[in-house]
């Protein structure tokens, strides 16, 4: 990476603007708002911990949500202030605003080694319309711009784009956080040249959402492993009966196109040939988006490629993990991204857990070199208790995806070059 890092940088004595992605899971326990998973507050702590020990003056900002210009008491990020106190073991000051009078006083009685923690940036419209005179108010505490929110980069919003651009025109260096960096280092350099096999692992519901990045990977890997919901359209593209199974029917071209790719350029192209199916039964009782809760009736494995009219798929069969897992256990370099099934089931999580548990045994065993693409296979893993099993995991939501799309994330664009 040619960007400049937090490595390069003298910061002592400095105000250092920080964006961090502190968007975590939270869940209201008696009247309190209380984090479920604060791996991303985890995984910044080396980044502070470089930064405090250098003698800057941190001032974090992070947005929580999407509360779309509005303080919306349930997305304020003081139980982040609080959790990365405990954390850190150290003050973390707060300001309820991340802008104005208020925050410029408290940047300004900084003393080098201390922490402020801005509140959610997204109460403000003008951040996620990266608006220039809130990027320039927002800016006012920053001497320097430090960016370790890889999983907010995709965004070019003022606080992840705009405030980079206001403190590079004044001359001030944009950097990299460590997690950042290591962010970039393995979801791009580790993949440009990996050691072969290169074996990537797709899942999740829709082919929409992964299109671009199969269509980037068959160019580069040696083989490519489907599951979830979206192996359906496949099945589909391929002629077959797909019963109540999730499915896009008007991507079974973008499907067709991908399993000729794969053919034109010898890049094995694996399906399931086998699936966990149910009966799919809707319920009075609505889950806490609002939406009925279906049940899941008379679950078994089927081996025929046409789903029975009345069952939908929601897991990779025996046969396929035994297939998936081979490929796995012959890889060299793994890249995950999307669960084989609907694995928050247990009756469907089987498929996904006996990848995670193929990927964690070739990393341990013979060295390999896994990269979880973030979203719900990171949940998956830590859910098995193995992602500490794994070379790395990402941070990142939408970001890794667009990043693995070999698109330009605006967050990274925005940074000095070395
Ligand atoms: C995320 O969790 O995906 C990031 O924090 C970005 O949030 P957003 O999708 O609301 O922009
Ligand atoms: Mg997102």
């Known amino acids: 990476m040619a960007k400049l890092t937090v490595k390069d940088l003298n910061v002592r004595g400095k105000r250092v603007f920080l964006r961090v992605d502190y968007n975590v899971p939270l869940e209201e326990k008696d009247g309190q708002m209380v984090i479920t998973d604060a791996t991303r507050i985890v995984e910044t702590l080396p980044t502070l911990r470089f930064l405090l020990e250098q003698g800057g003056k941190l001032i974090l900002a992070a947005h929580l949500g999407r509360p779309k210009g509005k303080r919306e008491p349930s997305m304020s990020l003081r139980p982040v202030a609080a959790k990365l106190a405990d954390l850190l073991g150290r003050p973390v000051a707060f300001v309820d605003d991340c802008i104005g009078e208020k925050v410029e006083k408290t940047a300004g009685a ?57 403190v590079a025109r004044r001359g001030g260096p944009c950097a990299a956080g460590l997690l950042m960096e290591r962010e970039l280092k393995f979801l791009g350099e580790e993949l440009e040249k990996p050691a072969r096999p290169f074996v990537v692992i797709l899942g999740g519901a829709k082919v929409s959402d992964k299109i671009q990045v199969i269509d980037r ?40 196109a991908a399993l000729a790719k794969a053919k034109q350029r010898g890049v094995k192209f694996l399906l399931p040939t086998d699936d966990v199916v149910a009966v799919p039964v809707k319920t009075d009782k609505l889950d806490k988006k609002g939406k009925p809760v279906i049940d899941y009736q008379n ?102 995806l667009e990043f693995l799309e070999g698109r330009v994330l605006p967050g990274v664009a925005a940074l000095s070059e070395k």
């Not at 800016?139 to 980079?164: L, W």
């Not at 492993?225 to 071209?253: C, N, W």
């Open 110 to 166: 900084l003393k080098p080694g201390d922490l402020l923690l801005l509140e959610n940036v997204r109460y403000y419209n003008e951040e996620e319309a990266n608006d220039p005179a809130f990027a320039e108010k927002l800016a006012r505490v920053a001497d320097v711009y430090v960016n370790d929110a890889f999983g907010a980069a995709h965004r070019a919003h003022a606080s992840t784009e705009g405030v980079a651009r206001v």
């Open 217 to 256: 990977l068959l160019e580069k890997a040696d083989a490519l492993l489907i599951g979830g919901a979206m192996a359906y359209t496949f099945r589909l593209a391929q002629g077959h009966q797909t019963g109540k199974s999730l499915v896009e029917p008007d991507k079974t071209e973008v499907a067709k």
């Open 299 to 400: 679950v078994r494995v089927s081996t025929d490629l046409n789903c029975p009219a009345d069952a939908a798929g929601l897991d990779i069969g025996p046969g396929t993990v035994k297939a998936y897992a081979a490929e796995v256990a012959a890889a060299r370099t793994i890249l995950w991204n999307g669960p084989m099934g609907l694995f928050e089931d247990k009756r469907f999580a089987e498929g996904t857990n006996a990848i995670a548990r193929a990927v964690a045994d070739v990393t341990q065993t013979h060295g390999a070199k896994s990269i979880i693409g973030g979203g719900d296979s990171v949940k998956a893993l830590n859910k098995a208790r193995l992602g500490d099993k794994v070379t790395f995991m990402s941070t990142g939501g939408g970001a890794s």
